[in-house]
């Protein structure tokens, strides 16, 4: 019988995701879900890579260049990932140098962004083909 259930790593740098509390999720994010909590994104998307065997990772608010080097090494790594940052369009999306430089890196397959006042999406933006690993 196969399983369409994935290790997934949820990285929580300000317990906005799975609202920890006593070390128990009050979210529920999923039976195979390793969460990490109040550590900087790229530490622990190093962290989650090196003990927990993810298969996806998941991280909110994405935006410096330390957490675009944890990204690209998690993608070298064969690690997929879910991420969300801050940009009202494409163009605000580049605003950030290192959303340009993510861009530059090949990684992403997609960028889906939001209608901010009812969440719903806006615009899907198919990236191209990932072909690059960069360390």
Known sequence: MSSNLFNVGVVDERGEIAAMYKGIPQNNL???VDIIENVPKNLGIMMLIRSMA????????????????AINYAFCSGVKGVFTCHGANYNDFLRNPYMKEIIKLNIIDKLIFLSPQKGQIEEVMFIGEKEKCLL
């Open 30 to 32: 999923g039976k195979m």
């Open 54 to 69: 993810p298969q996806i990772i998941i991280a909110d608010e994405i935006g410096t260049k330390e957490d675009v080097e």
